[in-house]
């Protein structure tokens, strides 16, 4: 996940992302116009394939994280007397209220990953 994350968070490739989508003529400047955008096409492709994934895994830790806690206070929720039900519904409404929380870390850089996206695909394109 780190990995991935950092592929993103690498200097050079805003920078080359953003000059290329400020002048997409620098593309044929004594190169092959075909191969970079060939390049930018399995580029785009892997974003798009490695992006659920990370996701996917990002939601498999929540749910470990959750099935943890459930494991840790059922026996109290069941000393108190209360259905296990009821706890996995407050675990979910706190993650759900952490996400919504935090949305202000996690947010701007979904915007931003996305930006980078549509101007690669505008990139490609053009």
Excluded: C, K
């Excluded at 490739?13 to 116009?33: M, S, T, Y």
């Amino acid at each position: 996940m780190v990995a991935y994350l950092s592929l993103w968070s690498w200097g050079p490739i805003d920078e080359a992302i953003q000059r290329l989508q400020h002048q997409p003529g620098l593309l044929n400047v004594g190169r092959d116009a075909s191969l970079l955008q060939a390049e930018a096409l399995v580029g785009l492709v892997s974003l798009l394939l490695l992006t659920p994934l990370a996701g996917m895994v990002a939601l498999f830790m929540l749910l470990f994280v959750m099935v943890i806690l459930a494991i840790t206070l059922g026996p109290l929720v069941r000393l108190v007397g209360l259905p296990d039900w009821l706890l996995v519904l407050v675990l979910g409404a706190a993650a759900s209220g952490a996400v919504y929380a935090e949305s202000e870390v996690w947010l701007p850089y979904s915007w931003w990953l996305l930006d980078h996206i549509a101007t690669a695909y505008i990139v490609l394109v053009l």
